[in-house]
């Protein structure tokens, strides 16, 4: 599954090729996915670079760095965020809830100052200067987060990854397919209103572009998103899953908004650093995405935002930065994603119905 999950990363999601320099960040635990990438980066004359993460050297940092070390952007990270070809994160934890009792100030002041490279990032990301993805790696703290054995996890993944396919390339090419679908539809519409159990939102997203997340830049793939015009949000949601953020979870999270911007924040746990979280900036307060979850082969929460987003039924929205690509214009330190299961909802676009039950309708693809 490794040695397939490479190929499918290195051939389809960053495309690599002679010459790149493809930085690879992980922890310890996924060398032997790192093996299996560093592999194939060499057999096409990529170079690869490896940062190796550790989540006790996070929390060493956190914990003792004074006000001057959490404000601080290193020009080394500076300088490799905006020189490498290509970028491979594989969320891979040994633990997931590592920076939970650090307070959450040192976190907003930290992430604040890191403003910097998310805007190199979001940058070279619309200048198409910079390929990258995002994978996962099945480790026992994940499985344990998602409530499952690891041989049970270890086959959602490489199940919602389509690695037991013949072909998983082909299966993310038939993917991407199925949602530039979606895109067509979506691209005609100006305004959309959700309505369902604990929702009734709309927004507006004329003259934006929606992007097809098929597996090249998250792997999984599996949604279609876009920003929202920036002052066109009205209405309230409340989200099903709980919300995590650096290890801490908010539960029963809900927003009301007004002109585009958050006007009440209430959660049934952790509802004050959820006020904090959006106090970082202005454009914190603003939803810098709106997107369909597609993917059906994740079919259950996990914790992890990187699959969650993808379930087949649900909408996310994010507080905070917008992808440039989308033409969305919010930027703020933070991407707060934050999910709703509409499989009892319906979403109407411009007044007329085109999603029920957390499927599109098949009489408009």
């Not at 604990?198 to 003259?207: A, C, K, M, S, W």
């Not at 279609?224 to 989200?239: N, Q």
């Not at 029963?252 to 650093?273: D, P, Q, T």
């Not at 914790?303 to 996310?316: A, R």
Request: aromatic share 10%; with cysteine; hydrophobic share 40%.
């Amino acid at each position: 599954m490794l040695d397939r999950l490479a190929k499918l990363i290195v051939n389809y999601c960053i495309r690599a090729s002679e010459g790149d320099e493809v930085r690879i960040s992980a922890t310890y635990e996924a060398m032997p996915l790192v093996r299996e990438l560093w592999r194939e980066l060499v057999k096409v004359g990529a170079y690869p670079i490896l940062n190796l993460v550790d989540e006790v050297l996070d929390e060493i940092f956190y914990s003792y760095a004074g006000d001057g070390l959490l404000k601080y952007v290193s020009r080394v990270e500076k300088f490799i965020q905006e020189s490498v070809n290509a970028t491979i994160s594989i969320i891979s934890y040994t633990h997931a809830k590592h920076l939970v009792s650090i307070d959450p100030e040192r976190l907003r002041i930290r992430s604040q100052a890191l403003r910097t490279l998310n805007e190199v990032f979001m940058k070279r990301d619309f200048e198409a200067s910079l390929r990258w993805v995002v994978t996962i790696y099945p480790t026992k703290a994940l499985a344990q987060e998602a409530g499952m054995s690891l041989i049970t996890y270890e086959n959602f993944i490489y199940k919602a990854l389509k690695l037991y396919e013949n072909n998983p390339i082909n299966a993310w090419v038939s993917q991407s397919r199925f949602q530039e679908k979606v895109i067509n539809v979506l691209s005609r519409v100006s305004e959309l209103r959700f309505l369902g159990s604990d929702v009734d939102l709309t927004l507006r997203v004329e003259g934006r572009r929606w992007i097809n997340d098929d597996g090249r830049k998250n792997m999984p793939g599996g949604e279609v998103y876009t920003a929202p015009i920036e002052d066109s949000v009205e209405g309230y949601i409340v989200f099903t899953y709980p919300v995590i953020w650096r290890g801490v979870e908010m539960e029963g999270v809900k927003l009301v908004f007004r002109r585009g911007e958050v006007i009440n924040v209430s959660a049934i746990k952790g509802e004050e650093f959820l006020k904090k979280i959006v106090s970082v900036d202005e454009g914190a307060r603003r939803v810098g995405e709106i997107a369909f979850g597609l993917n059906y082969d994740i079919d259950r929460f996990t914790k992890q935002i990187l699959l969650d987003e993808k379930i087949g039924g649900t909408i996310h929205l994010a507080l905070g930065s917008a992808y440039l690509a989308t033409g969305g214009t919010n930027k703020s330190a933070i991407h707060l994603d934050l999910i709703k299961d509409l499989r009892d909802g319906k979403v109407f676009a411009d007044g007329d119905l085109i999603y029920s039950n957390g499927r599109f309708l098949s009489d408009i693809l």
